[in-house]
């Protein structure tokens, strides 16, 4: 399976969500029945330090819903990042399905 490169855009001290529909080869959606999922923003991909997303299955449609509360994104400094999406099978096979550049706005209001 391809990974996906999607960028997102969060702004700083509000809720975000994204929801990320994984498709098999002939377009229909992957069943991600029993599957569980992990998602992190780096500042570098190679970098310790990281930020977990809440990631919700939705299995009979193939989607992933990735979130980050305000609180956490009010904690991300404004500036680029990376992240990555992977599920993992009932098996504990882990496949990385979706990653990207993460920009985070800054906030003047919050």
Do not use: C, W
Not at 74 to 101: C, E, F
């Amino acid at each position: 399976m391809a990974v996906a490169a999607v960028n997102i855009v969060v702004e700083q001290g509000t809720d975000y969500q994204e929801v990320f529909t994984i498709n098999n080869p002939d377009g229909t959606p992957l069943d991600l029945s029993g599957h569980t999922g992990v998602a992190k923003i780096r500042k570098h991909p190679e970098s310790i330090n990281s930020t977990s997303f809440n990631v919700g299955i939705v299995s009979a449609a193939g989607q992933v819903v990735v979130s980050l509360a305000n609180t956490v994104t009010d904690d991300l400094k404004a500036g680029r990042y990376y992240y990555d999406v992977i599920v993992i099978s009932p098996s504990n096979k882990k496949t990385k399905v979706i990653d990207g550049m993460v920009l985070v706005n800054p906030s003047e209001s919050i």
